[in-house]
């Protein structure tokens, strides 16, 4: 079985910040890949970041230089901290976790956690 939990949602002025975290645990694969993506109301869901168990980071443009995706191999817990928070970040952020060196689609995710940027 394979398990993503999520945390550290929630609502936020603009220009504020949120930690998300994420623990994955696998019984059927050696996880690689991990990452955020999100879905925006009426929008498809979209990487935010992805790193890889060697460290290799992507981020989405709109999020680079507000946004630090981090994580700890030995436990399999993936960070995002989300700075300078914006109005178009408001989505459900969605942990991903997956055995391939890129965070294909095919992987696993969490059960997304919201995030709301509103005063």
């Known amino acids: 079985q394979v398990q993503l939990v999520e945390s550290g949602g929630g609502l936020v002025q603009p220009g504020g910040s949120l930690r998300l975290s994420c623990a994955a645990s696998s019984a059927t694969f050696s996880i690689n890949a991990m990452g955020w993506y999100r879905q925006a109301p009426g929008k498809e869901r979209e990487l935010v970041a992805s790193i890889t168990r060697g460290g290799r980071l992507n981020y989405a443009d709109s999020v680079k230089g507000r946004f630090i995706i981090s994580r700890d191999n030995a436990e399999n817990t993936v960070y995002l901290q989300m700075n300078d928070l914006k109005s178009e970040d408001t989505a459900v952020y969605y942990c991903?976790?997956?055995?391939?060196?890129?965070?294909?689609?095919?992987?696993?995710w969490g059960q997304g956690t919201q995030v709301i940027v509103s005063s």
């Open positions: 991903y976790a997956g055995p391939w060196s890129i965070p294909l689609p095919q992987g696993y």
